[in-house]
């Protein structure tokens, strides 16, 4: 027999919970084999010291009560406190927001050209506006070199950017 299973059947006996049929066929079993008879034994002295302690139900109570009030008024501070943080990380955010949109609604696009912003272009006139040798190959761009390197001529608002990868160029 499996020792799991006569395991199981000898708590159930122990406890009274087998039929009538079963307890003779395990009866018969513990007749020959004395070390499962002892364990059989063991088990029903464990089950009458647990059913005699049961029935010994008139002792206090080992924890006192809770105090439900007390609980009840420290999750709502604690859902209290989660709201407030919840809000204030809001209005926070909304602040820094209106702030960041008024810093940017002031601010102006950089004025490319300075003094007289009007500037005559010839008719007709296509000679390539020349450009000033003080720009270095590894120099960085920007729209105001561009416009002092190619406002010395008859401009011709030409800007070549093939690729953000690359320097724009006046061709």
């Known amino acids: 027999m499996d020792e799991q299973a006569l395991e199981r059947l000898m708590m159930d006996q122990a406890m009274g919970a087998l039929d009538a049929d079963t307890e003779q066929l395990l009866a018969h079993h513990l007749a020959r084999d004395p070390t499962a008879a002892r364990q059989a034994e063991e088990y029903r002295q464990v089950v009458r010291l647990a059913r005699r302690v049961l029935r010994a139900g008139d002792a206090e109570p080992v924890l006192p009560r809770l105090q439900t009030a007390r609980l009840q008024c420290m999750v709502s501070r604690r859902r209290q406190r989660r709201y407030l943080t ?55 761009w920007s729209a105001r070199r561009l416009y002092t390197q190619t406002s010395r001529g008859a401009p011709q608002w030409t800007l070549v950017w093939n690729s953000p990868a690359y320097e724009p160029r006046v061709p």
């Open 86 to 140: 919840a809000a204030s990380a809001i209005a926070a955010m909304l602040l820094i927001g209106a702030t960041l949109f008024s810093v940017a609604t002031r601010t102006s696009p950089p004025q490319l050209m300075s003094g007289n912003s009007a500037m005559p272009i010839a008719a007709g006139s296509s000679a390539s506006p020349p450009v000033s040798q003080e720009t270095s190959a590894g120099a960085f």
